[in-house]
């Protein structure tokens, strides 16, 4: 139930099957849920801005149910994209949704 989507105007992501699984391990880590119920999402080459400028940057959706802790997280997932991409942190923007489990489905159901 985990799900982390980042977008980004960077073009060219290179090794981007092995940034997905970093940031599948890790989103399991931060939450304490199984990496089983995790979901990743990389959609590079968005056209975007940030402050007015194309410069890389980067936007980032965290959802699950329960289990978020922005602070920490916030810095956990700036420090990754920022290793993995290049982007310094000051331009990235993450948004955190902690979803009720009767408004997660999954297997034909919902969590709650």
């Known amino acids: 139930m ?27 880590s931060a939450t304490g849920k199984p990496e089983s119920y995790v979901m990743t999402l990389l959609d590079f080459g968005v056209p975007m801005t940030f402050a007015g400028s194309n410069d890389p940057c980067a936007y980032v959706e965290i959802k699950s149910i329960g289990a978020l802790t922005p602070p920490e997280m916030s810095d956990r997932f700036c ?21 009720s489990a009767s408004h997660w489905g999954w297997n034909g159901s919902t969590f709650g």
Do not use: H
């Open 2 to 28: 985990p799900l982390i989507n980042l977008r980004t105007n960077v073009s060219d992501v290179q090794g981007s099957d092995a940034l997905l699984k970093k940031l599948s391990a890790a989103l399991a």
């Open 79 to 99: 420090e990754l994209i920022k290793a993995s991409l290049g982007i310094p942190k000051d331009r990235i923007y993450i948004g955190f949704d902690d979803v």
